[in-house]
């Protein structure tokens, strides 16, 4: 039990808090503790009975059953994986702009949620990270399942792809694409190599301390 506690206190806070409650969640769901009604993100819950709390249980709560678990297993892999590079990596140093990033992704994800009446928002969530991970270390070369090797930029379409194969659904994966394709764009893509505005900046509230600003992102 030691070296698993001491495995979970490695991992970087953000990532830490994030993996600890998708795990949690999940669990207590599949206790009865709660209702998993009550996790779901239902429109007319959340917009009209003003159960508020149902876009953050969508993000942690996966049904976890036979047909499921491995599913649920795989991109809590994933989460791991990539948060945690992307928070020791680009992000080493600055947690205020990697919460920023998290927001941002989740927000948009919320609102396409309630638009498309997606009810579960673990997957585009998690698969927005892996993306902007994979832009921003787009020339690596990443292996996959039986030893296949390619570039980075093209691991959210092959994750795509196998995940419906093993019973995902291809809109939960495309919604995270393309969320983190926007995030990507407006932060990096846009103001960088286009000249454009730089329309996304970390609100000074969400971060504690000053030196957490101003420090670049190395590409």
């Known amino acids: 039990m030691s070296d698993i506690g001491d495995w979970f ?4 806070a953000i990532t830490r808090y994030w993996f600890a409650a998708t795990v949690a969640v999940p669990l207590v769901g599949k206790l009865g503790l709660i209702s998993p009604a009550y ?7 959340f917009l009209y009975r003003f159960q508020i709390w149902r876009p953050i249980t969508a993000t942690f709560y996966f049904p976890v059953g036979p047909g499921t678990g491995f599913l649920y297993l795989v991109n809590l892999y994933f989460l791991y ?3 945690t590079r992307l928070e020791t990596g ?13 927001l941002f992704n989740w927000i948009c994800i919320v609102i396409t949620g309630l638009a498309m009446d997606m009810q579960l928002l673990m997957i585009p969530l998690i698969m927005s990270v892996l993306y ?11 292996s996959f399942w039986f030893g296949t090797r390619f570039k980075a930029c093209y691991l ?3 994750i795509l792809g196998f995940n419906y194969i093993i019973g995902g659904s291809v809109i939960n994966e495309l919604i995270g694409n393309l969320v983190g394709h926007l995030y990507f764009f407006l932060m990096f893509r846009y103001p960088m190599d286009l000249g454009g ?7 000074q509230f969400l971060v504690p301390f000053p030196s957490l600003t101003g420090l670049p992102l190395t590409l």
Do not use: C, H, K
């Open 197 to 203: 505005r730089n329309f996304l900046s970390t609100p």
């Open 9 to 12: 206190r490695s991992i970087p």
């Open 132 to 142: 902007v991970w994979a832009q921003l270390n787009r020339d690596m070369i990443v």
């Open 39 to 45: 996790f779901f993100l239902w429109p007319e819950a």
């Open 90 to 102: 680009a992000f080493d140093g600055r947690p205020a702009d990697y919460l920023f990033m998290l």
């Open 156 to 158: 959210p379409w092959v």
């Open 81 to 83: 994986q990539y948060s």
